[in-house]
């Protein structure tokens, strides 16, 4: 698909060259083009209405120059020579002085693929994609309470080349499907909401296989049944159990963006400067992870063409390194960490995380459970916001019952948690042996962009944290 769209534009690996080697001859550190062709689509079936329909072609050029921290960045969605020649003329604006750095000779290296190259879109007819929706309806009006039923399903289909000074010649091709699924409940007067959900790097028939779509639906029913039974959330210090899976969410934003390059490079990050340090319980080992086969978050090769790799962030506590991006890389002495993504080619690359999370520990669940005499389990989460600078958060629990004298009790709503990363990773004194991803969710936001990834963690035992209640 990329390769037949530069065809058609008459751009081959010469021209690519010469326009590296037009972008060299400015004085910068290093440059790159990032060809992508993408075809998405999304279904939405409301009430057991089709609603909602999108499917779109994007193609597109970004162009880089990077001179020590100032980076000149141009696009185009005209893939003529001409319109490249001016988004790489515009690029090379950063630097004005002239040198003789030409690029390495362009290579291509075969790296281990961690999803097949096979778009989603062609995987079901038009007809089987709105059954799938219609049979989650079905499914979910069984439920006596429920009166309102939401599902979507969306897929895309990305082909980028990566060309770069330092030598790079890399194609990817990147599949990716989700579905959602939304209801609403109702029982004496009382209305309640809850939604799930799931994906990966697969075609559409990884939900039929596995029976996804079904196991989705009950699982939002459940959260919604749940939601009609809970009761206010309490106020104050207390300690808290956290869910296996996607309440890895927490670490990501609190603790993981706090270990992206940029944030530590310019100092800005609570972990700045303390490669080494104990950071957190000797209990702690987390991981970012871009290798796992078929997960939303994992990428064959990153943005700038480096192969993704298990990166140790903190291992038994101990601050091991940061996920780095070229530039960061090099204005740091790190190499990359396969961490360079952006959104699309018309931003740029930075440091992003890809599947963070926590490894297993030796405790049990019922452990965790059985040495809480008043606190609460936070089993699921909704969003939440983090301050990058300071690591403080807060999330809301959208599944969460109290705990008392060892037992799991009573539903609850309304709970928020509130700390700050680096004190939470002091405050974990059981990490569980249930380590889990989660079901395929996860976007992540920075600086205007929006990426896949993945989060996970076994259940982990906070001993104090702030839980904002709506207790009376």
Request: aromatic share 6%; net charge negative.
């Amino acid at each position: 698909m990329i390769n037949q769209l530069l065809n058609d534009h008459k751009i081959n690996e010469t021209e690519i060259f010469n326009l590296l080697s037009s972008m060299s001859d400015n004085g910068s550190d290093y440059s790159d083009l990032f060809f992508q062709h993408s075809i998405a689509e999304s279904w939405v079936l409301d009430e057991g209405i089709v609603k909602d329909g999108s499917y779109n072609i994007t193609h597109g050029l970004g162009a880089r120059c990077v001179s020590g921290d100032q980076t000149g960045f141009s696009y185009s969605d005209d893939l003529n020579l001409k319109a490249i020649q001016g988004a790489v003329d515009f690029a090379k604006g950063i630097s004005n002085h002239k040198s003789n750095n030409p690029p390495k000779i362009l290579k291509s290296t075969s790296y281990p693929s961690k999803y097949a190259a096979i778009s989603p879109i062609d995987s079901l007819s038009s007809e089987q994609k709105v059954d799938m929706l219609r049979q989650i309806d079905s499914m979910a009006r069984k439920e006596p309470k429920v009166v309102q039923v939401n599902a979507s399903l969306s897929g895309a289909y990305t082909e980028v080349l990566i060309a770069s000074t330092d030598g790079v010649y890399q194609v990817d091709c990147r599949p990716m499907v989700r579905v959602n699924v939304s209801v609403v409940v109702e029982h004496n007067g009382r209305i309640e909401q809850a939604s799930t959900g799931g994906g990966g790097r697969y075609d559409y028939s990884y939900f039929a296989k596995n029976s996804l779509a079904e196991t989705y639906t009950k699982e939002a029913i459940r959260l919604a049944l749940v939601a009609l039974e809970s009761k206010d959330a309490p106020a104050g210090k207390m300690p808290v159990i956290l869910g296996s899976g996607w309440p890895g969410v927490l670490l990501h934003e609190a603790i993981g963006h706090g270990l992206e390059g940029d944030f530590n490079r310019k100092g800005s990050s609570v972990f700045s400067g303390r490669i080494g340090e104990k950071v957190a319980s000797e209990k702690c080992t987390i991981v970012d992870n871009g290798t796992i086969e078929n997960r939303r978050g994992s990428l064959t090769i990153d943005d700038e063409g480096t192969p993704t790799q298990e990166t140790t962030l903190i291992e038994n506590g101990l601050l091991k390194g940061y996920m780095m991006d070229k530039m960061n890389g090099r204005l740091m002495n790190k190499p990359s960490t396969g961490n360079g993504r952006r959104e699309s080619y018309a931003h740029i690359p930075m440091p992003r995380m890809t599947n963070t999370y926590m490894l297993n520990g030796d405790d049990k669940f019922e452990d965790m459970i059985s040495s809480v005499d008043d606190g609460i389990y936070a089993k699921n989460f909704d969003g939440g916001q983090v301050d990058i600078t300071s690591g403080k958060f807060v999330f809301s629990a959208n599944e969460a019952y109290l705990v008392k004298n060892g037992k799991i009790t009573t539903p609850i709503k309304g709970a928020t948690l509130i700390g700050s990363g680096d004190e939470v990773l002091h405050q974990i004194s059981m990490v569980g042996d249930d380590l889990k991803l989660d079901p395929g969710i996860g976007v992540c936001g920075k600086d205007g962009q929006s990426v896949p990834v993945g989060v996970g963690q076994p259940s982990l035992k906070v001993d104090t944290l702030t839980v904002g209640g709506t207790q009376l």
